[in-house]
């Protein structure tokens, strides 16, 4: 049923409008345009003013004009992107759609949900297909914390189940697993001398850093938690004592009391390489997201299950390391699950989309719609 030269032509508009974190309005005027021709209800709400964006997120209801006597369900995509460095020229080869502009993003990344949502709600309405009340949530901000979703009033939302289709792979995984996040921002201060003329009289903030990282663990931890040191900046010149120095660490886990376990390491060695050279320092923790687990009983998920099976796709139910709108969703009291949605290589300049895969999470999206949820 799906309309493939319309869907395709979709993509195509949406991946040529630039919509980096914070610049998205743009494309919440193009995405909202659309849903209002297809008759839905749109609201933008004005996160955007508390996020230091120029737009807010998308809530839409499709309100179903023959039911199936389905419970109403929500779908979700964000869309906003990594940075955008140059233009967006999207070519098709081998049936795969690039950008011909090697040095950047395609931007596939989460636009191949929202050309899908859309055409779906195209053809059901065009065809008059029984679903449920059926809730559209756009997000923005989403690849920077998820900063979208964090704001969204949960109450404009009238459905308790829902799906986001931002998971990078083939069409078929379901992602019902995925870690709670720490974000650790640090500061070394030191003082500043001339290196070279009194250098015993200064304390040396990238030397503390130093020390702190050399005893930590990073990278893979185990199966479930993993930790990274992400940023380091500090010193003025090459002769100076460097006086500052700052770093940014993160740690994920499956696991809430890994995850608490790891932050106490990483405070444990910021605090040695403080003490060890004469430093002070700050720091702040800031918990991201809240994991989550959803069991393979609930609805999300079999209904996922259902709908692959009758595209003859093999489900994969496991968990997943990165973090996403759906962390938000579930920690806010919504029972969801992320969807692999055919997306490879996201947020480098090797994105590709395949037309094929674009098609079946198109067709996928049908398939969880004309589901009847009891």
Do not use: W
Request: hydrophobic share 40%.
């Amino acid at each position: 049923m799906i309309n493939k030269k319309r869907l395709l032509n979709t993509f195509i508009e949406l991946v040529r409008i630039k919509s980096p974190s914070k610049n998205e309005k743009e494309i919440v005027n193009y995405a909202k345009e659309k849903l209002k021709s297809l008759g839905l209800e749109v609201k933008v709400d004005n996160c955007g003013k508390k996020l230091g964006s120029n737009a807010g997120n998308i809530i839409a209801i499709y309100r179903t004009k023959n039911s199936s006597g389905s419970k109403p369900l929500f779908l979700a995509a964000h869309l906003d992107t990594v940075s955008v460095n140059g233009d967006i020229v999207p070519v098709i080869k081998n049936g795969k759609i690039y950008n011909k502009n090697k040095d950047c993003i395609l931007g596939g990344d989460d636009k191949v949900a929202v050309a899908s949502i859309i055409e779906v709600l195209s053809v059901i309405k065009e065809k008059n297909i029984p679903t449920g009340d059926i809730f559209i949530v756009f997000t923005i901000s989403e690849e920077i914390g998820v900063l979208g979703a964090k704001n969204i009033d949960m109450r404009l939302i009238g459905a308790k189940c829902g799906f986001a289709f931002d998971c990078d792979g083939d069409v078929g995984i379901i992602i019902n697993k995925a870690p709670f996040q720490d974000s650790i921002f640090a500061h070394f201060k030191g003082k500043a001398t001339h290196a070279g003329i009194e250098p015993e009289k200064g304390i040396n903030s990238i030397q503390a850093a130093a020390i702190a990282i050399s005893d930590m663990r990073i990278g893979r931890i185990d199966s479930e938690s993993t930790c990274n040191i992400g940023k380091i900046e500090g010193g003025t010149a090459r002769n100076i004592i460097p006086e500052n120095t700052k770093l940014e660490i993160e740690a994920r886990s499956l696991k809430l009391s890994k995850l608490n376990n790891i932050t106490r390491m990483i405070l444990k060695n910021l605090k040695k390489g403080a003490s060890k050279v004469g430093a002070d320092l700050k720091y702040k923790i800031v918990r991201e997201y809240e994991g989550f687990e959803i069991s393979k009983n609930e609805i999300p998920v079999m209904v996922a299950e259902k709908a692959l099976k009758k595209l003859n796709l093999k489900p994969k139910i496991m968990s997943y390391g990165g973090g996403s709108d759906i962390n938000i969703f579930n920690s806010k009291g919504k029972i969801a699950v992320n969807l692999s949605a055919g997306m490879e290589n996201i947020h480098t300049s090797k994105e590709y989309v395949k037309i094929e895969q674009l098609e079946k999470l198109a067709e996928l999206i049908m398939e969880i719609c004309k589901i009847v949820i009891k």
